[in-house]
């Protein structure tokens, strides 16, 4: 029979919890509270993006503690942390000793978020020690604790941060994977610092759900589609749609932080950050979309369609911009029908041409009609793209297009049309909608 539950942070499947030695403690309501945010601040050159980081906390209302190391302070100077943050700034336990700093700050924490985390920091956080005040204060933090790495990718890939990076993560701490690109000096690689604004993502990501950024991923291929298709009338004319990506992004954001390599086919987005370490792939039609999922599908394990594609396209496609009056009549505009690119992946899992463990996905935005509501189209649409799961968000008046936030049901097949097992989804922000979307998926995934 078809049910419908809606899960608790605690009972999703394989959470843990990401603090490190906390129990789980889901925000009440995710993404709408003022929470204490401990900011430690590592001794690396991208100390500075620190800054960028504690004001993007404080402008969405937090309250911010910034914690730097004694070399953090040789690129960034206390003075700017506590004008940025309106608190104090000490690097060891031993000022106001009266206060208990260390124990005080990190019992109070929501969120310890520590940007950059350089492999001496890391190594110091693996090895549990506690000889400063941010290192102390981990220790005492049961709340969600957040690294984002910087260093020269030689460090990164060193087996000694392989290993101090792993054990950080199997205590519970979230580190995240660096960005790609230049770096200090000429060499370029993985091992940026993320941009800020998208590190305070990821981090109230982890705060508002538990377990979002566990590794379950690691050894899988996922290929995910985001943004919409335009479809050309002229050069500068196109029939287009309001997609913004975000949620596509979001979930090759978490994707890749669970350890999956990821294929991402970005159609029209918004400028948002490209997830650290997915390969991007960037396409302007439907039809591009459809010839480049082809070309990689059958390397994947799963397919997630976040795209929003085009069903129609104008049958020609002006070479000059079309004019009033000129010898077109543009009352009227004839359109072909685009290859349903959900369908057919399914179609060729059926005949063998894609692998039959091949896993796939897709979204419907339903606003819903006379006679039905979004859910009621949205297990008629499964039914008919034979998805394996179908994520349906209810769209219309301001509802998810172009927002930060979403809900909507987690749909799988039953065994007769009526039978779908359906799942509500809660609201959430983008980033902890994809983190269902993908702990439904891996559920489907064959052990081993
Ligand atoms: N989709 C696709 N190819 C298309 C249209 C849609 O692969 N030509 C995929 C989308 O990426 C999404 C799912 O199908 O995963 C549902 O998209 P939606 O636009 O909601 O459905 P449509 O098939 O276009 O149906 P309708 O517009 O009639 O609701």
Do not use: H, I, S
């Given at each position: 029979m078809a049910s419908t539950t809606a899960p608790t942070a605690a009972s999703t499947a394989g959470s843990t919890v990401n603090g490190s030695h906390g129990s789980p403690d889901a925000s009440p309501n995710p993404g709408s509270e003022t929470l204490r945010i401990l900011v430690g601040v590592g001794g690396g050159i991208a100390a500075y993006k620190a800054c960028a980081l504690v004001r993007a906390f404080t402008g969405a209302g937090h309250e911010v503690h910034v914690i730097p190391t004694e070399s953090a302070?040789?690129?960034v100077g206390a003075a700017t942390f506590e004008a940025l943050s309106g608190n104090p700034v000490t690097t060891t336990v031993f000022d106001d000793v009266d206060q208990v700093r260390h124990v005080r700050l990190g019992q109070e924490a929501d969120l310890v978020v520590i940007a950059p985390a350089t492999a001496d920091l890391i190594a110091r956080l693996a090895q549990g020690r506690a000889d400063d005040l941010l290192t102390a204060s981990c220790l005492v933090?049961?709340?969600?604790?957040v690294l984002a790495p910087a260093m020269h990718t030689e460090m990164w890939a060193h087996p000694a941060t392989r290993e101090n990076v792993a054990t950080l993560r199997r205590r519970g701490t979230v580190v995240l994977e660096p960005a790609h690109g230049r770096l200090t000096g000429p060499d370029s690689g993985p091992g940026r610092l993320p941009d800020p604004g998208h590190i305070a993502t990821?981090?109230?990501?982890?705060?508002?759900?538990?377990?979002i950024f566990r590794r379950s991923l690691v050894g899988r291929r996922l290929l995910i589609t985001a943004g919409g298709t335009r479809e050309p009338l002229d050069p500068v004319r196109f029939l287009g749609n309001d997609s913004s990506g975000r949620q596509g992004f979001?979930?090759?954001d978490i994707a890749v932080q669970r350890g999956a390599r990821v294929e991402l086919v970005a159609g029209f987005t918004d400028d948002l950050p490209v997830p650290s370490g997915a390969h991007v792939t960037r396409v302007r039609t439907a039809r591009d979309l459809h010839a480049t999922v082809n070309d990689l599908a059958p390397g994947v394990d799963a397919v997630v369609m976040a795209a929003a594609v085009a069903?129609?396209?104008?049958?020609?496609?002006a070479d000059s911009k079309l004019k009033k009056g000129g010898a077109e009549d543009l009352s009227v505009l004839e359109l072909a029908e685009n290859p349903d690119i959900l369908r057919g992946l399914v179609e060729s899992r059926r005949t063998g041409d894609l692998p039959e463990d091949l896993l796939i996905a897709g979204f419907a935005a339903e606003t819903g009609d006379a006679g039905h509501t979004p859910l009621d189209?949205?297990?008629?649409?499964l039914a008919k793209k034979g998805c394996d799961?179908?994520?349906?968000n209810a769209v219309g008046g301001g509802r998810v297009f172009g927002r930060d936030d979403s809900s909507g049901w987690l749909l799988t097949p039953g065994d007769h049309p009526g039978e779908e097992d359906v799942v509500e989804v809660p609201a959430g922000s983008k980033h902890v909608v994809a983190a269902h979307v993908?702990?439904?998926?891996?559920?489907l995934f064959a052990p081993g």
């Open positions: 302070l040789r690129f933090a049961t709340c969600p604790v990821l981090a109230t990501a982890a705060r508002d759900r538990y377990g979001a979930l090759a069903d129609f396209r104008p049958v020609t496609e189209l949205a297990r008629v649409k799961l179908l994520m349906c993908l702990d439904a998926l891996e559920e």
